[in-house]
């Protein structure tokens, strides 16, 4: 576990503020008068003298670097331009004794370097925005690997804002209502960054993984159907055994199924099919609950699937920018064997209602996306309505906040800090 799970630590920094910490009583006694990238310089050291960082074990491993609370603060000074190269926490791990990272000089920076700096100063609501969408994920481990800067990110960014608040880094009134402005964003990240991972959790929940069972095989998993539907009376036994061929022939594992103890009977599999499987990204737009009304003409079967289950509907997000994105380009694959249904669905446009255990429904956030693929069901021989059909989630790649922005261009820099100081 981390060192600062328990997240005493901001508990000590409210103190600290609460006495007189995180103060001007540490800035320049010229500050005022500095041009705005040196006053940002200047702001960004009085912070850092009055941060006490918590201690990391005794014996410390590579990823406790690379999670600590530090290292998440020179990846934000990284980011605003404060360090002009990004940190790498191995290079301490390998050499102990060695200075981390070099202070930053406002003197020695390269040129570039000013553009990141001035996009904080001028923008700072879309740089800590980017920041935000940045902390959570990691291209290459995956986003789950970053759970403590999930928590803490939004924390530790809200006392530097606070800080540049309370020292007065803007003149302006207009620039000093943009950066209060990100607060909100703050305390809404301090919500759904965490959530990204409970929602991972708990997709595909056990009904979508019922109905990844069933389909798109549905012939080797419905026997279990009709040994529960055979109590309902011999008319349905003998429309499934018509349709679906003679107990006796298949080969089915009755277990495998977990659809029945969770709906109880249901003719689900005697009465639907899949039909599309779209891979995208889309954005939480409504949440209800079981119970809630249901399209009219809803077919019966449908009806009583929404009396138990929760219906997510999820809106297109967009297309990505480019291959960096977290984003996935839209697609479409029609699993139908009768074919004739993907003209009825453009995944840029239409919204999908997804069904979902209701114990799901607390963990989802208005707003935030699912990546993934999510498959259609619908009647038999109804290809052209589109009302009553609803769809499951197969898979998930990622879970976004509401306010994940696509990733500019990676900045050019040193390879080294050494190689930047001339060594």
Request: one cysteine or more; proline letters at 8%.
């Amino acid at each position: 576990m981390n060192v600062y799970d328990d997240g005493s630590w901001v508990r000590q920094w409210d103190e600290a503020v609460a006495q007189g910490r995180f103060s001007n009583r540490r800035l320049d006694s010229n500050f005022s008068k500095l041009e705005m990238i040196e006053r940002l310089y200047s702001a960004d050291k009085a912070f850092a003298r009055d941060c006490v960082w918590p201690p990391l074990p005794r014996a410390p491993q590579l990823t406790d670097y690379e999670d600590s609370l530090y290292e998440l603060y020179c990846q934000f000074r990284y980011h605003i331009g404060i360090l002009t190269f990004k940190p790498d926490a191995r290079r301490y791990l390998e050499n102990p004794d060695s200075v981390r990272y070099p202070k930053p000089n406002p003197w020695r920076r390269p040129l570039y370097q000013d553009e990141y700096l001035l996009n904080f100063i001028s923008k700072p609501y879309t740089t800590i925005r980017l920041f935000l969408t940045l902390c959570f994920y990691d291209s290459v481990n995956g986003w789950h690997l970053k759970a403590a800067w999930c928590r803490y990110a939004p924390q530790l960014i809200s006392f530097y804002v606070d800080f540049l608040l309370r020292v007065r880094f803007y003149d302006d009134e207009e620039d000093i209502q943009q950066l209060i402005s990100v607060r909100g964003l703050l305390e809404q990240a301090k919500i759904e960054l965490p959530r990204t991972l409970t929602i991972a959790r708990v997709l595909p929940c056990p009904v979508a993984n019922g109905l990844a069972i069933l389909w798109p095989n549905p012939k080797r998993s419905i026997l279990y159907f009709l040994a529960e539907l055979t109590s309902q009376g011999s008319e349905t036994l003998d429309w499934a055994e018509q349709h679906f061929g003679g107990l006796e022939s298949w080969n089915t594992d009755l277990g495998a199924i977990p659809l029945v103890s969770l709906l109880g009977p249901t003719a689900l599999p005697l009465t639907h099919t899949i039909s599309l499987a779209e891979t995208s990204t889309r954005r939480i737009a409504c949440i209800l609950r079981p119970g809630s009304p249901v399209p009219q003409q809803s077919h019966p079967v449908e009806e009583e699937l929404v009396r138990h289950l929760g219906r997510v509907i999820l809106k297109p997000w967009g297309r990505p920018r480019d291959r960096r994105s977290c984003l996935l380009e839209p697609s479409v694959e029609d699993r139908n064997v009768q074919g004739g249904s993907a003209r009825y669905h453009d995944p840029n446009i239409d919204n999908i209602t997804v069904l979902m255990e209701a114990s799901v429904l607390d963990s989802l956030i208005v707003g935030m996306g699912i990546s993934g693929t999510f498959v259609q069901i619908m009647p038999h021989g109804r290809s052209e309505d589109k009302e009553g059909r609803y769809w499951f989630v197969e898979n998930i790649q990622d879970i976004l906040p509401s306010f994940y922005i696509d990733v500019p261009p990676p900045r050019s820099e040193p390879s080294s800090p050494e190689s930047l100081l001339g060594l």
